[in-house]
T-cell receptor, first 116, second 113 residues
Framework: DAGVIQSPRHEVTEMGQEVTLRCKPI?????LFWYRQTMMRGLELLIY????????DSGMPEDRFSAKMPNASFSTLKIQPSEPRDSAVYFC??????????????FGPGTRLTVL | QQQVKQSPQSLIVQKGGISIINCAYE??????FPWYQQFPGKGPALLIA?????SEKKEGRFTISFNKSAKQFSLHIMDSQPGDSATYFC????????????FGTGTRLKVLA
């Protein structure tokens, strides 16, 4: 398996622009997570989906952030309008919940976002 | 109650030494405690994990020690190698119904050759 795929790997944009980050989870996985990583706040869970349905978006910082999962193989995280404080590395992770098994989240390589 | 406190923030160890990273939590509802390893430019990857019904788990040179009464757990890396140089995150997971991780702030480990 190719693992979790994220695109783009790097994004540089100007304040006020719309940014869309993309994620393809591991085939067959039923959970998808979006995280943000910064030096100050570490790894923060933004939102997660189960079977394409958003379960918990309490970590989404504000209305400028939105996430969708139109099908089992694709998810997007959108920031509109972007601000310099959104600069961070955004990770997508996926997992498969099996009864009686341990939870392993598989992370993608991340998208490094820089908002000027 | 939702925090997982991790220390130290950074750690330098000589090759062959023991690296120890500590984490503490407050919420007794957490039921799964993984450690993730992250190399520069990569996403975190699961290293080892433990559930609170055991006090220790060992996989190769990596050991988790778990103290349920103290609400603390730690990662021990025996015979540390330069290839172990990475950032290590502890995490705690809520029970199956919510399936959320709370991550510690990370420990940057450097193993000197």
């Amino acid at each position: 398996d190719a693992g979790v795929i994220q695109s783009p790997r790097h994004e540089v944009t100007e304040m006020g622009q719309e940014v869309t980050l993309r994620c393809k989870p591991i085939s067959g996985h039923d959970y998808l997570f979006w995280y943000r990583q910064t030096m100050m706040r570490g790894l923060e869970l933004l939102i997660y989906f189960n079977n394409n349905v958003p379960i918990d978006d309490s970590g989404m910082p504000e209305d400028r952030f939105s996430a969708k999962m139109p099908n089992a193989s694709f998810s997007t995280l959108k920031i509109q309008p972007s601000e310099p404080r959104d600069s961070a590395v955004y990770f997508c992770a996926s997992s498969l919940r099996l009864a009686g098994s341990t939870d392993t989240q598989y992370f993608g390589p991340g998208t490094r976002l820089t908002v000027l | 109650q939702q925090q997982v406190k991790q220390s130290p923030q950074s750690l330098i160890v000589q090759k062959g030494g023991i690296s120890i990273i500590n984490c503490a939590y407050e919420n007794t509802a957490f039921d799964y405690f993984p450690w993730y390893q992250q190399f520069p430019g990569k996403g975190p990857a699961l290293l080892i994990a433990i559930r609170p019904d055991v006090s220790e788990k060992k996989e190769g040179r990596f050991t988790i020690s778990f103290n349920k009464s103290a609400k603390q757990f730690s990662l021990h890396i025996m015979d540390s190698q330069p290839g172990d140089s990475a950032t290590y995150f502890c995490a705690a997971s809520y029970p199956s119904g919510t399936y959320k991780y709370i991550f510690g702030t990370g420990t940057r480990l450097k193993v000197l050759a």
